[in-house]
């Protein structure tokens, strides 16, 4: 449990004591976990060396789903609807369409078939190599065409997708089309390192993690980079995720750290960890997953997501806040204030007043608190789109707010 104590005055000043826990999962010790990828009741994770490995219990087990991959070396996962892509070092792109069991390659027009990194969205996909620039399909991987005219370094590290913009990160920073592809130019201003790794995009904010700089992020689609850094000890960053509030990095050999302030200050978070090189980061309803040189990791983000608006005079008083992000697919965190330590109940409910679920604190702390509903029923059943309540009991308080849930 995160714990916060501040003091107002000139200064302000955060303490937080972490107790999350990593647990390392079954069935894939001992390999390189390179990237993650889910669809809608299976993970999948890709590996250096011993291909892909699925699991159907959220992660607790895994078990390698390789049936037609003759390249076994895995640097990106993507998925696509229902189907999913693999991109190999050697070997192209692989697509599945039945969750992992059999795998196909897609490498017509792909004339560079060292794939470094993929991206998705509804309308086409792309594919970053390693010396041959970008690639783009529309037909799901059946056929490609180059896409590479104005960058000038063809090693594509990284791929992002923000509004129909087209970031690609490199050794020699990062490479913006407004386009579609047809034409990039380079955005690197206030960017101290340019050799970029992975990039992350989180509603109007664009992330970018270098290999040796830390952090830094963008708000107007990569016009200028500012970093964010404080806190972070390692500053050779393999990874990004993001729940929508709270920001996790993985490093090369300092484990992860995570912010739950947009990046302004990090946080070490590496108890259970024990392997330092976290290449890949997901996040999975409530879990936190960890692609380490020695399998992969799980962790609980209930113990970890808790965020605090600094800029605020300390509340004296009971307080519910609204729901991040609103509106939300699947899973959205809600975060209160405890005047005194008490035992909280989050009830939620449907437009028409039925209860839906039931989520439950006991002897929460006295402070900034809160908890992840993943959208669903009592049941375990996920909910329709529409419009919910949710309800802070705490004691004799009672509080009640608006929350919409689009799929």
């Given amino acids: 449990m995160k714990k916060f104590y501040i003091l107002l005055g000139i200064a302000i000043f955060i303490s937080t004591t972490v107790k999350a826990q990593w647990v390392q999962t079954t069935g894939s010790s001992g390999t390189i976990v390179s990237c993650f990828t889910q669809t809608d009741s299976h993970l999948f994770e890709g590996t250096l060396g011993y291909g892909v490995y699925r699991s159907t219990d959220n992660g607790t087990n895994w078990i390698q789903v390789n049936n037609g991959i003759s390249y076994k070396s895995i640097w990106a996962l993507v998925a696509k609807g229902q189907n999913i892509f693999a991109g190999t070092i050697s070997g192209g792109v692989y697509i599945s369409s039945d969750n992992g069991d059999n795998w196909s390659q897609v490498n017509n027009g792909l004339e560079n078939k060292s794939i470094w990194s993929l991206a998705s969205c509804e309308s086409f996909l792309l594919a970053g190599t390693g010396g041959g ?10 056929n490609w065409n180059s896409i590479s005219d104005g960058i000038t370094d063809k090693c594509i590290l990284s791929l992002a997708i923000k509004d129909n913009i087209l970031f690609a990160g490199t050794g ?3 490479f913006r089309s407004t386009d579609f592809g047809k034409s990039w130019t380079s955005v690197n201003n206030g960017l101290d390192n340019i050799y970029v790794w992975p990039l992350l995009v989180n509603n109007s904010k664009i992330y970018v993690g270098t290999r040796g700089n830390g952090v830094y992020y963008s708000t107007d689609n990569g016009e200028n980079w500012l970093p964010i850094n404080n806190g972070l000890t390692n500053k050779s960053i393999w990874s990004l995720a993001t729940n929508g509030m709270d920001l996790f990095v993985g490093t090369d050999g300092g484990g992860s750290f995570f ?3 947009e990046g302004t200050n990090w946080y070490a978070l590496n108890n259970g960890l024990d392997n330092n090189s976290v290449r890949a980061l997901k996040i999975n309803e409530s879990e936190l997953f960890a692609g380490t040189d020695n399998g992969s990791y799980k962790l609980s983000l209930s113990n970890i997501t808790t965020s605090v608006n600094t800029d605020d ?3 004296n008083d009971y307080i519910l806040y609204q729901n991040y992000p609103n509106p939300f697919n699947l899973t ?3 975060r209160f204030y405890l005047k005194t330590k008490t035992d909280v109940k989050i009830l939620i409910y449907d437009c028409i007043g039925k209860l839906v679920r039931i989520l439950e604190i006991d002897n929460a702390s006295e402070g900034y608190n809160s908890i ?12 329709s789109s529409g419009i919910y309540f949710y309800q802070l009991i705490a004691g004799s308080f009672i509080k009640t707010k608006k929350m919409i849930l689009s799929k």
């Fill in 133 to 142: 620039g970008v690639y783009i399909s529309s037909d799901n991987g059946s």
């Fill in 172 to 174: 020699s920073g990062i």
């Fill in 259 to 261: 912010s739950f302030d």
């Fill in 313 to 315: 005079i300390v509340p």
């Fill in 332 to 334: 959205t965190t809600i």
């Fill in 372 to 383: 992840v509903w993943n959208g669903k029923n009592s049941l375990s059943n996920t909910v």
